[in-house]
C-alpha cells in the first residue's frame, strides 16, 4: 500500500503543469467558442503516453490536444491549437491571426517570401506565391491550378463539393458555393458580390493593389498591373497576347471549357454550354430567351451599356459604341471593315455579291468558296 502511495505523490510530482497550469486567453474567440473553451478548459488531458499527452504511433511520443470540442490538432500554447487561439499572435494593432514568423501574420509580413524579383507575397511552397509558379499543382494535363485535395482542384473534383443536391460546383463557405448561398457578401447596401477584402466586392472598396499604369484604376494581377496592362499569364499560341485560360490558351485558340453541344467548339458560357446553345445568363423579360446584354436583360428590353458617343443614347453593340459610331464586330472578309449584320459578314458580303466560283449560283460571301475564317 505505502508503494502504491508513494507511486501516485510521484506521479503527480511529474505533472504538476496540467492542475497548476494558467487559463488560456479567449478573449479573442467569439462568444460560442467562449463557451465550449469555458466547458473544457479545466478538464484534465488524456495521459496514454505517461508524459500527459496522447502518444503518436510513429515515433513513440504525445502531445497534448486542443481543448477545443472536437478538435485534435496539437496543442500550440495555451491549450488550443492555431486555429482556435493558441500559439502567438500577430503583433499588428487588433490583428488576431497567427504569427507566422518574424512576430507577424502572412498578411502583415510575417513568414517566408515569394523568392520572385520585387515580389512580396507569401511563399505557397516551394520558394514562391501561387501567381509565381509555388504550392502544389492539380494532376490533371494541362491544368496548372492549385489542387485542393486528392491531387486535384476544384475544377476536376478536389476539395468539398456545394450541399446543394445535383450541384456539383466546388463548396466555399458555409458548404455551399456562391450561386447557392456560399461565401461572404458585400457589405455595402443591396450588394449581393462576392467579398474579397475588408468586407467589401472589389467594386466598392474591397480588394488589393490598384494597376501601376497611370489612370488605370483595375486591380493588379501579377507584376503590379492589371491583365489589361499585362498582367497574369498570356496566351500561348503564337505570340498571342491575350489571357491565358487552362492549358495555357486563351478562350479563341481552345483554352478553357467548351461548349458540350455536339459538334460545337465555342467556349462555355456557363452550365456547360455556350450563349447560343442556352449558356450564361439569360434575359429577364418574360418569355424571352435571348442572353443577357448586362443588367439583366437582352439589347432589345433594355440591356447592355449605351454608347459612349457623345450625344448618342443608343446601346453599345461592343468596343463600347453602337453600330453606326463603330461598335459590334466587324465582317471578317478580308479588307471590310463593316459591321456585321449575320454569319460573321457585313450586309454587302451577305446578300450583295454573288460568289465568284465558277458555277456556284449561291448570292452573298459564299462560306464553301470564300474561305470564310473558323471560329
Known amino acids: 500500500m505505502s508503494n502504491q502511495r508513494t507511486s501516485r505523490r510521484n506521479d503527480t510530482a511529474t505533472h504538476p503543469a496540467d492542475e497548476r497550469a494558467p487559463r488560456p486567453n479567449v478573449s479573442h474567440l467569439t462568444g460560442g467558442q467562449q463557451a465550449n473553451a469555458a466547458f473544457i478548459i479545466g478538464r484534465k488531458r488524456p495521459r496514454s503516453a505517461g508524459n500527459g499527452g496522447i502518444e503518436t504511433s510513429s515515433k513513440k511520443k504525445s502531445y497534448y490536444p486542443c481543448s477545443f470540442v472536437g478538435c485534435y490538432k496539437r496543442d500550440q500554447g495555451g491549450g488550443f491549437c492555431k486555429a482556435h ?25 510575417g513568414g517566408k ?11 505557397a511552397g516551394g520558394g514562391f506565391c501561387v501567381a509565381h509558379g509555388g504550392g502544389e499543382r492539380c494532376t490533371v494535363q494541362g491544368c496548372d491550378k492549385l489542387k485542393k485535395s486528392a491531387g486535384l482542384c476544384n475544377n476536376h473534383g478536389g476539395g468539398k463539393i456545394c450541399g446543394q443536391p445535383t450541384c456539383e460546383k466546388a463548396s466555399i463557405r458555409g458548404g455551399f458555393c456562391f450561386a447557392h448561398g456560399g461565401g461572404t457578401r458585400c457589405s455595402y447596401q443591396s450588394c449581393e458580390k462576392q467579398v474579397y477584402s475588408k468586407g467589401l466586392c472589389k467594386q466598392h472598396g474591397g ?6 499604369q497611370s489612370g488605370c484604376l483595375l486591380y493588379a494581377i501579377s507584376g503590379g ?3 489589361k496592362h499585362g498582367g497574369g499569364k498570356r496566351c500561348s499560341h503564337n505570340m498571342c497576347p ?18 458540350t453541344f455536339l ?17 450564361g445568363k439569360r434575359c429577364q423579360d418574360e418569355d424571352c430567351l435571348k442572353s443577357d446584354a448586362g443588367g439583366g436583360f437582352c439589347v432589345q428590353h433594355g440591356g447592355g451599356g449605351p454608347c459612349s458617343f457623345p450625344g448618342c443614347g443608343k446601346t453599345n453593340s461592343g468596343g463600347g459604341r453602337c453600330k453606326p459610331h463603330g461598335g459590334g464586330g466587324k465582317c471578317v472578309v478580308q479588307g471590310c471593315k463593316l459591321s456585321q449584320v449575320g454569319t460573321r459578314l457585313c450586309r454587302m458580303h451577305h446578300n450583295d455579291i454573288p460568289c465568284s466560283f465558277h458555277g456556284c449560283n449561291t448570292r452573298g460571301f459564299c462560306k464553301l468558296h470564300g474561305m470564310i475564317p473558323p471560329t
Not at 487561439?85 to 509580413?109: N, P, V
Not at 517570401?113 to 511563399?123: E, I, L, N, Q, Y
Not at 489571357?243 to 471549357?257: F, I, N, P, S
Request: glycine share 28%.
Open 207 to 212: 480588394g488589393g493593389k490598384k494597376c501601376e
Open 225 to 227: 498591373v492589371c491583365r
Open 242 to 259: 491575350k489571357v491565358a485560360t487552362t492549358g495555357g490558351l486563351c478562350k479563341a485558340h481552345g483554352g478553357g471549357r467548351r461548349c
Open 113 to 123: 517570401r515569394c523568392g520572385w524579383p520585387t515580389c512580396v507575397k507569401s511563399d
Open 263 to 279: 459538334g460545337c467548339g465555342k467556349s462555355d458560357a456557363g452550365g456547360g454550354k455556350c450563349k447560343s446553345h442556352g449558356g
Open 85 to 109: 487561439g493558441g500559439g502567438k499572435r500577430c503583433k499588428y494593432e487588433q490583428c488576431k491571426k497567427s504569427d507566422a514568423g518574424g512576430g507577424y501574420c502572412c498578411a502583415h509580413g
